[in-house]
């Protein structure tokens, strides 16, 4: 399985971007798609995560009403709407793939996930 980032750059405080996740070679036909970030010295934090077997999904708190998660089945694409982008928000974004039908109801963890994109990096500033 891979999965392929992008869409990571440079925007102003309150501006957006939007990152996409593109899976290849999956061995499932159902599995759920996580968001994370990670900045120097700290934990890998959990962000967002949309199953494409039900469509459940959710937002940690420190994103909810700003970034919105979504799932293009037949492009095997997920998205990752950022609005209101604060420098808070600087950091590498990863997307992870965990097979299975998977009924969202918790923050993504990493070690719920089996693979992993390359990492694309945000960063907000003027």
């Known amino acids: 399985v891979q999965l392929q980032a992008s869409g990571g750059g440079l925007v102003q405080p309150g501006g957006s971007l939007r990152l996409s996740c593109t899976v290849s070679g999956f061995d499932s036909p159902y599995y759920a798609i996580g968001w994370f970030r990670q900045v120097p010295g700290k934990e890998r934090e959990g962000l967002s995560c949309?199953?494409?077997?039900?469509?459940?999904?959710i937002y940690a708190d420190t994103i909810k009403g700003r970034f919105t998660v979504s799932m293009d089945n037949a492009k095997n694409t997920a998205y990752l709407q950022m609005n209101s982008l604060e420098p808070e928000d600087t950091a590498v974004y990863y997307c992870?793939?965990?097979?299975?039908?998977?009924?969202?109801?918790?923050?993504?963890?990493?070690?719920?996930?089996?693979?992993w994109g390359q990492g694309t990096l945000v960063t907000v500033s003027s």
């Open positions: 949309i199953s494409n077997a039900d469509g459940t999904l």
């Open positions: 992870a793939y965990a097979r299975g039908w998977i009924t969202v109801v918790a923050v993504p963890r990493v070690d719920e996930y089996d693979y």
